[in-house]
């Protein structure tokens, strides 16, 4: 079965150091998103791209990158962790034109 | 600025009854409004969604009733059993913003036998 998987599950990090996040999908969508939920906010998107080679800065970008060098990928990496990003981190996919997204099941990511 | 607002924040319903959460919105370019729901430790899933061309959307014990004027949704769970506790948001898409979901803030919902 086609599916949205995240790794790792759990991260722990210390200020100042870079982490990435993995977010592979096996359904061949155009279109990837990362989102950080946080209770009060909700989930808040933070990049998201169309397709091979296009990303684009969501409402909370700052202090995050992404790449999309393929069609299944999508890493997130946050350039230097600081405490306000300790937060769960979802991926999202959905096919080009259509609404509904896909998430994975998320990764908990505490920095410390 | 919170564009879809959400409430209330937690919800306890006995088993059998309605559960109600509401939404607002601002922005009028919004065409697609889906509820999801989100168990402990996965991700959200896509519950149920509404486009503004109707009134109201029914899936089983879930129903999305819209207000275009009030620019208002709500979702209603009939019958609630304890297998529905969890958390839903509600989200909004414009057209154009390439399926880019606005989310509410979230319900915790919890039933009890």
């Known amino acids: 079965d086609a599916e949205i998987t995240q790794s790792p599950r759990h991260k722990i990090t210390e200020t100042g150091r870079q982490v990435t996040l993995a977010c592979h999908q096996t359904?061949?969508?155009?279109?990837m998103f990362w989102y950080r939920q946080d209770l009060g906010h909700g989930l808040r998107l933070i990049h998201y791209?169309?397709?091979?080679?296009?990303?684009n800065k969501g409402e909370v970008s700052d202090g995050y990158s992404v790449s999309r060098s393929n069609t299944e990928d999508l890493p997130l990496t946050l350039e230097s962790a600081a405490s306000s990003q300790t937060s769960v981190y979802f991926c999202?996919?959905?096919?080009?034109?259509?609404?509904?997204?896909?998430f994975g099941q998320g990764t908990r990511l505490t920095v410390v | 600025q919170q564009q879809v607002k959400q409430s209330p924040q937690s919800l306890i319903v006995q088993k059998g009854g309605i559960s109600i959460i509401n939404c607002a919105y601002e922005?009028?370019?919004?065409?697609?409004f889906p509820w999801y729901q989100q168990f402990p430790g996965k991700g959200p899933a896509l519950l149920i969604a509404?486009?503004?061309?109707?009134s109201e959307k029914k899936e089983g014990r879930f129903t999305i009733s819209f207000n275009k004027s009030a620019k208002q949704f709500s979702l209603h769970i009939m019958d609630s059993q304890p297998g529905d506790s969890a958390t839903y948001f509600c989200?909004?898409?414009?057209?154009?913003?390439?399926?880019?979901?606005?989310f509410g803030t979230g319900t915790q919902l919890k039933v009890e036998l």
């Open positions: 791209s169309y397709g091979v080679q296009d990303t």
């Open positions: 989200a909004a898409v414009r057209p154009g913003g390439g399926n880019k979901l606005t």
């Open positions: 922005n009028t370019a919004f065409d697609y």
């Open positions: 509404i486009r503004p061309d109707v």
């Open positions: 999202a996919s959905s096919p080009a034109g259509e609404a509904e997204a896909f």
């Open positions: 359904w061949n969508h155009n279109n």
